[in-house]
């Protein structure tokens, strides 16, 4: 059964005591991580003002491949897995989103249906700014055109990233590169993963799934714990990734 968002989850602007805090708070993660931080400041203002502050719930839906097109998600707090069904087979869990993500452009940019699935891994805040409030935007300002379209490009590089890891014949490397883009490429970050999706992602054994882990451990580039990894140092998880630094002797 596919559970979905329902009217409940929204958070309704102007009824509701806590939103002006809600909104702060959702501003502040969101013009410092992803996209919109790299936008100008009255663009970001002008986001966050006509967004609305949705929820949902772990193992729930935001959508699936296939459903009618609709607006953006900006991922305040929690974590979504990403799957995908480009061909007959799936759906294929490849990416694990971590807060500042932005997603749900090519609806946008070419009014056809969503081409990935969303569902929250655990408990999620995002904002969501609609069709017809990023069509109004665009009225007003032609750049803001631009700047929509660069969510696609920011994902098209994420994409590619993965594939260029994919490639990467040690499976150490590839699962710390899976493990820096779920968490965002942040340090002190708590990424909820199983083995078994790590597996997955990273397309391992889970005999290399565990070497890889005890090696970073090891290294001290992450904490692992039951069902969660704890990324400690992301820049030296990603070196290390890229392979510059040692795989280790574990």
Same mark, same amino acid.
């Given at each position: +059964?596919?559970?979905?968002?329902?009217?409940?989850?929204?958070?309704?602007?102007?009824?509701?005591?806590? +939103?002006?805090?809600?909104?702060?708070?959702?501003?502040?993660?969101?013009?410092?991580?992803?996209?919109?931080?790299?936008?100008?400041?009255? !663009?970001?203002?002008? @986001?966050?003002?006509?967004?609305?502050?949705?929820?949902?719930?772990?193992?729930?839906?935001?959508?699936?491949?296939?459903?009618?097109?609709?607006?953006? !998600?900006?991922?305040?707090?929690?974590?979504?897995?990403?799957?995908?069904?480009?061909?007959?087979?799936?759906?294929?869990?490849?990416?694990?989103? #971590?807060?500042?993500?932005? !997603?749900?452009?090519?609806?946008?940019?070419?009014? +056809?249906?969503?081409?990935?699935?969303?569902?929250?891994?655990?408990?999620?805040?995002?904002?969501?700014?609609?069709?017809?409030?990023?069509?109004?935007?665009?009225?007003?300002?032609?750049?803001?055109m631009r700047r929509f379209?660069?969510? #696609? +490009?920011?994902?098209?590089?994420?994409?590619? *990233?993965? @594939?260029?890891?994919?490639?990467?014949?040690? #499976?150490?490397?590839?699962?710390?590169?899976? *493990?820096?883009?779920?968490?965002?490429?942040q340090s002190d970050y708590?990424?909820? @993963?199983?083995?078994?999706? *790590?597996?997955q992602i990273a397309n391992?054994?889970?005999?290399?799934?565990?070497?890889?882990?005890?090696?970073?451990?090891?290294?001290?580039?992450?904490?692992?714990?039951? #069902?969660?990894?704890?990324?400690?140092?992301?820049?030296?998880?990603?070196? !290390?990734?890229?392979?510059?630094?040692?795989?280790?002797?574990?």
């Open positions: +059964m596919t559970i979905r968002f329902n009217s409940s989850q929204i958070v309704p602007g102007g009824t509701n005591p806590t +939103m002006p805090h809600e909104k702060n708070a959702a501003s502040s993660v969101l013009t410092t991580h992803g996209w919109l931080s790299h936008q100008p400041s009255r !663009f970001q203002h002008l @986001v966050i003002a006509k967004a609305t502050l949705r929820r949902a719930t772990a193992n729930e839906y935001v959508y699936v491949t296939g459903d009618p097109p609709g607006g953006i !998600f900006g991922l305040v707090a929690g974590t979504l897995a990403v799957s995908i069904a480009p061909g007959e087979t799936g759906p294929h869990l490849v990416h694990l989103a #971590a807060p500042g993500w932005w !997603f749900g452009e090519g609806c946008f940019l070419t009014g +056809m249906p969503r081409r990935i699935s969303l569902q929250a891994v655990t408990d999620c805040t995002l904002v969501a700014l609609s069709l017809p409030e990023m069509n109004r935007l665009v009225s007003e300002d032609a750049e803001a379209a660069q969510i #696609a +490009m920011l994902n098209i590089d994420l994409a590619l *990233l993965a @594939v260029e890891d994919l490639l990467r014949p040690d #499976a150490s490397r590839r699962i710390a590169a899976v *493990l820096w883009r779920g968490a965002g490429g708590r990424l909820p @993963v199983t083995q078994a999706e *790590l597996r391992t054994s889970r005999k290399e799934t565990l070497g890889a882990l005890k090696r970073l451990d090891e290294l001290g580039v992450i904490r692992r714990s039951y #069902a969660s990894i704890e990324v400690l140092d992301a820049r030296r998880l990603r070196r !290390f990734a890229d392979g510059d630094e040692p795989v280790g002797t574990g």
